[in-house]
């Protein structure tokens, strides 16, 4: 049981790049989630799910898209990189008893991000 | 507004003597209520978590936690720490926005288990 996977550990772009942060979980799990990590900051919501074909923004959506077209799948998108964009990047995911509260997250290991 | 705070950004204790990580939290209605746990270079792993009954909530690795309504409390404790116990925690909210719970996690607190 991998749990949730994120891809890849580490990426370097340049201003203005554009790449996509993979995520999958294999725990059939309907609430998905993107958090960034800054120093001194703590972890901030950037995107959210709730189920395939689900998506809402969170604390820090700007510069950021992301779909849902299967249960595993949640990827996050950087448009145009910007160096404020730097940061590490977690995705997780529980189940749906989340929405009532109850189910604690599974976290990725992160994928840290620089922008030059 | 919905919100949690940790105090303090670092805690220093010796290995033996008891550790507390303080949380305290601002929601409407009963609040859910999350400790993480964050090694290096790794993800959050749950630790432990209140959603009723007991305020003293007991966790994984020997971890409990003490949940105050009254002080809108929630800090996290231990009787005698241990080195590998050194890692960043978090306290985490939940609160109902748009029909869903959304977390909110509080800065984040590094403690340091001295030998």
């Known amino acids: 049981n991998a749990g949730v996977t994120q891809t890849p550990k580490f990426q370097v772009l340049k201003t203005g790049q554009s790449m996509t942060l993979q995520c999958a979980q294999d725990m059939n799990h309907e609430y998905m989630s993107w958090y960034r990590q800054d120093p001194g900051m703590g972890l901030r919501l950037i995107h959210y799910s709730v189920g395939a074909g689900i998506t809402d923004q969170g604390e820090v959506p700007n510069g950021y898209n992301v779909s849902r077209s299967t249960t595993e799948d949640f990827p996050l998108r950087l448009l145009s990189a910007a160096p404020s964009q730097t940061s590490v990047y977690f995705c997780a995911s529980s189940y749906r008893d989340w929405v009532r509260g109850n189910s604690p997250l599974h976290f990725g290991n992160g994928t840290r991000l620089t922008v030059t | 507004a919905q919100s949690v705070a940790q105090p303090e950004d670092q805690v220093n204790v010796a290995e033996g003597n008891p550790l507390t990580v303080k949380c305290t939290y601002s929601?409407?209605?009963?609040?859910?209520l999350f400790w993480y746990v964050q090694y290096p270079n790794r993800g959050l792993q749950f630790l432990l978590k209140?959603?009723?009954?007991?305020?003293l909530v007991k966790g994984s690795y020997g971890f409990e936690a003490e949940f105050n309504k009254s002080q809108t409390s929630f800090h996290l404790k231990k009787p005698s720490a241990l080195v590998s116990d050194s890692a960043l925690y978090f306290c985490?909210?939940?609160?109902?926005?748009?029909?869903?719970?959304?977390?909110?996690f509080g800065r984040g607190t590094s403690l340091i288990v001295h030998p």
């Open positions: 985490a909210v939940s609160f109902l926005a748009g029909g869903s719970y959304i977390p909110t």
């Open positions: 209140y959603i009723t009954g007991d305020n």
């Open positions: 929601v409407s209605g009963n609040p859910y």
